[in-house]
């Protein structure tokens, strides 16, 4: 019997003997810094001769780990194999395959710091951040692991007279796996994780800004006794070889999270029936969001700034949950604006390696321009910097955190994903109006409410149409399990991470009716005796 699930702690990096572990890791890493490493496919390791490199956001000029870019034909290849994998892998049984994923989460845990430490260096964690997205990989592993032997346990069915039914969940086929850069071991692991555990194989591409973390995983999953051919490890650009992999006739789903944009182009792709295809496509897509909090004239303002200035800037607003709109009540609204600036300019920009850092650099220059190019937008539509707007770019990808005030509804960064440190603050006049704010946007992610009355908390629970809801509480910090994660609307198709309905989603249920014969028991039938 397994234990119940329970959610990993986070470190404590306030005892030193756990800062001290920290930063050994950041040392054995910064050694390991810039070295080259392979597509793997069905176990082989293969160079193509041309390659792109992870750099540190927060030291453009130091490259993390060079990459292949893998070709056309290896793309190909990767899925093929996968497929020919299948034939075997789909033949394990469930339990042995959630025994892996708990040897992995184990593998996971004896070298937490380790991850985190690559996360430090290849996307500017900062060390909770870091520390945060590698429990949560653990959690998933052991999540799902626990999932899988419920799902393969027997499934409840109306019996009747004169039969025996039964129905079993069985994977899908060859799944492509194309994560984002933003959770670049939890997210990736977790679909990978959850491909797997229920008998599919995958061709894992893993974002162009965040390989190396998901080459170590990948090392991991080795190790733990994964055969080849299981998971392939490919890179190189989305758009070169990700259209290959989605389009492939023998591809029987795909699971993404990242942008709006790619999310569409991939579910559109895989929609077209390919040569010799003989399934429908199933796309499980997790995209962006405009997660706004409401404060209400009644709530404690000082709680309800803390959770504004967290889930806008954790990670620099890096996050698809990260809060990007304040939507406050007229009553309260100059003196909520002055707490979140307070507490924004309390938050210390700079170098992730260090522990005293609250915040660092943008992914990359694309982000870079983008994010500022959204600040400069905010002003001329009539927005007020309030805190922040300023940028370097010299060293690293450093944007301050950015409060612009005044900001109308219906305005570019009202409605646009900006995906960095910078928050709109909104003037409502009452509820109502916070709340047909907060609701009109393609998106439907994340979303929270501060006040008082229970009147106003259950009116969001029914009216603010998001997938995860969070009352008197900041809008960032999904816990699996507790918070199974998705959303409505352009942020995708609910697939709910880190919940119950998740495995399901990777595999299909087949029934079988048997009539029952006069005279054989039970086990004679099942060819036991
Ligand atoms: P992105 O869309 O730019 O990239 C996501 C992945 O798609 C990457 O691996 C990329 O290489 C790949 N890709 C690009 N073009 C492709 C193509 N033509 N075919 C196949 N794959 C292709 O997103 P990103 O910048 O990595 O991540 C940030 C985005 O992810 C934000 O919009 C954020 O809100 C979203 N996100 C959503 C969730 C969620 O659970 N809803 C979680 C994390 C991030």
Redesign the pocket.
């Given at each position: 019997m397994q234990s119940e699930f329970k959610n990993e702690a986070l470190t404590d990096f306030s005892k030193e003997e756990n800062a001290r572990a920290m930063r050994a890791a950041l040392d054995k890493v910064r050694n390991d810094l810039g070295r080259e490493y392979p597509l793997v496919i069905g176990g082989e390791r293969i160079k193509t001769g041309r390659t792109f490199d992870s750099v540190n956001p927060a030291r453009k000029t130091e490259v993390v780990g060079r990459f292949q870019k893998a070709t056309e034909e290896l793309a190909r290849r990767a899925v093929e194999t996968a497929d020919e994998t299948f034939k075997s892998w789909s033949r394990t049984l469930p339990q042995q395959r959630a025994e892996l994923l708990f040897r992995v989460a184990q593998l996971l845990r004896e070298r937490r710091h380790e991850m985190s430490a690559w996360m430090v260096y290849e996307v500017a964690k900062t060390w909770p951040e870091a520390d945060g997205d590698t429990a949560e990989a653990i959690d998933f592993c052991e999540f799902y692991a626990r999932e899988m032997l419920r799902y393969a346990a027997p499934q409840p069915l109306v019996q009747i007279a004169g039969e025996e039914n039964e129905l079993r969940y069985i994977p899908l086929g060859v799944g492509v796996v194309?994560?984002?850069?933003?959770?670049p071991l939890a997210?990736m692991a977790g679909m990978t994780v959850a491909s797997f555990v229920t008998g599919n194989t995958v061709v894992l591409?893993?974002?162009?800004?965040a390989p190396v973390i998901a080459y170590k995983f990948f090392e991991l999953l080795e190790e733990a006794g994964l055969p080849p051919g299981v998971v392939n490890f490919m890179t190189g650009?989305?758009?070169e070889v990700?259209?290959v992999v989605?389009d492939h006739a023998r591809t029987r789903y795909v699971a993404?999270?990242?942008?709006?944009?790619?999310?569409l182009?991939?579910n559109e792709r895989a929609a077209k029936t390919q040569g010799g295809q003989i399934w429908i496509k199933r796309v499980i897509a997790?995209?962006?969001?405009k997660d706004a909090i409401i404060v209400d004239a009644d709530t404690d303002l000082d709680a309800a700034a803390l959770g504004v200035v967290q889930s806008a800037f954790g990670f620099q607003g890096q996050?698809?949950s990260a809060c990007s709109r304040a939507i406050i009540h007229a009553d309260v609204y100059e003196p909520m604006v002055e707490k979140i600036v307070a507490r924004t300019e309390a938050l210390k920009v700079g170098d992730p390696t260090l522990q005293t850092t609250s915040m660092s650099a943008v992914i990359n220059q694309k982000a870079f321009k983008t994010i500022n190019d959204y600040i400069e937008r905010g002003k001329t539509e009539g927005g007020r910097v309030v805190a922040g707007g300023g940028a370097d770019g010299e060293e690293g990808f450093f944007i301050e955190p950015t409060v612009i005030a005044d900001v109308k509804p219906g305005a570019t960064i009202e409605q646009e994903?900006i995906?960095g440190p910078v928050l709109a603050v909104i003037k409502a006049q009452d509820f109502d109006e916070a709340l047909a704010i907060a609701n009109d946007t393609q998106y439907g992610?994340t979303g929270a409410v501060y006040a008082n009355d229970p009147t106003k908390l259950e009116r969001a629970r029914r009216e603010f149409h998001v997938g995860n809801l969070y009352l008197n509480r900041k809008c960032t910090g999904a816990l699996v399990g507790v918070h199974p994660?998705?959303?409505f609307n352009m942020?995708?198709t609910d697939s709910k991470?880190g919940g119950r309905d998740y495995l399901g989603l990777f595999m299909q249920a087949k029934v079988s009716a048997e009539k029952v014969r006069a005279g054989y028991s039970d086990k004679e039938k099942r060819g036991v005796i």
């Amino acid at each position: 019997m397994q234990s119940e699930f329970k959610n990993e702690a986070l470190t404590d990096f306030s005892k030193e003997e756990n800062a001290r572990a920290m930063r050994a890791a950041l040392d054995k890493v910064r050694n390991d810094l810039g070295r080259e490493y392979p597509l793997v496919i069905g176990g082989e390791r293969i160079k193509t001769g041309r390659t792109f490199d992870s750099v540190n956001p927060a030291r453009k000029t130091e490259v993390v780990g060079r990459f292949q870019k893998a070709t056309e034909e290896l793309a190909r290849r990767a899925v093929e194999t996968a497929d020919e994998t299948f034939k075997s892998w789909s033949r394990t049984l469930p339990q042995q395959r959630a025994e892996l994923l708990f040897r992995v989460a184990q593998l996971l845990r004896e070298r937490r710091h380790e991850m985190s430490a690559w996360m430090v260096y290849e996307v500017a964690k900062t060390w909770p951040e870091a520390d945060g997205d590698t429990a949560e990989a653990i959690d998933f592993c052991e999540f799902y692991a626990r999932e899988m032997l419920r799902y393969a346990a027997p499934q409840p069915l109306v019996q009747i007279a004169g039969e025996e039914n039964e129905l079993r969940y069985i994977p899908l086929g060859v799944g492509v796996v194309i994560p984002p850069w933003n959770f670049p071991l939890a997210i990736m692991a977790g679909m990978t994780v959850a491909s797997f555990v229920t008998g599919n194989t995958v061709v894992l591409k893993p974002s162009s800004d965040a390989p190396v973390i998901a080459y170590k995983f990948f090392e991991l999953l080795e190790e733990a006794g994964l055969p080849p051919g299981v998971v392939n490890f490919m890179t190189g650009s989305g758009a070169e070889v990700g259209d290959v992999v989605v389009d492939h006739a023998r591809t029987r789903y795909v699971a993404f999270t990242g942008s709006k944009e790619v999310g569409l182009r991939v579910n559109e792709r895989a929609a077209k029936t390919q040569g010799g295809q003989i399934w429908i496509k199933r796309v499980i897509a997790e995209m962006g969001g405009k997660d706004a909090i409401i404060v209400d004239a009644d709530t404690d303002l000082d709680a309800a700034a803390l959770g504004v200035v967290q889930s806008a800037f954790g990670f620099q607003g890096q996050k698809c949950s990260a809060c990007s709109r304040a939507i406050i009540h007229a009553d309260v609204y100059e003196p909520m604006v002055e707490k979140i600036v307070a507490r924004t300019e309390a938050l210390k920009v700079g170098d992730p390696t260090l522990q005293t850092t609250s915040m660092s650099a943008v992914i990359n220059q694309k982000a870079f321009k983008t994010i500022n190019d959204y600040i400069e937008r905010g002003k001329t539509e009539g927005g007020r910097v309030v805190a922040g707007g300023g940028a370097d770019g010299e060293e690293g990808f450093f944007i301050e955190p950015t409060v612009i005030a005044d900001v109308k509804p219906g305005a570019t960064i009202e409605q646009e994903e900006i995906f960095g440190p910078v928050l709109a603050v909104i003037k409502a006049q009452d509820f109502d109006e916070a709340l047909a704010i907060a609701n009109d946007t393609q998106y439907g992610l994340t979303g929270a409410v501060y006040a008082n009355d229970p009147t106003k908390l259950e009116r969001a629970r029914r009216e603010f149409h998001v997938g995860n809801l969070y009352l008197n509480r900041k809008c960032t910090g999904a816990l699996v399990g507790v918070h199974p994660f998705g959303g409505f609307n352009m942020s995708g198709t609910d697939s709910k991470a880190g919940g119950r309905d998740y495995l399901g989603l990777f595999m299909q249920a087949k029934v079988s009716a048997e009539k029952v014969r006069a005279g054989y028991s039970d086990k004679e039938k099942r060819g036991v005796i």
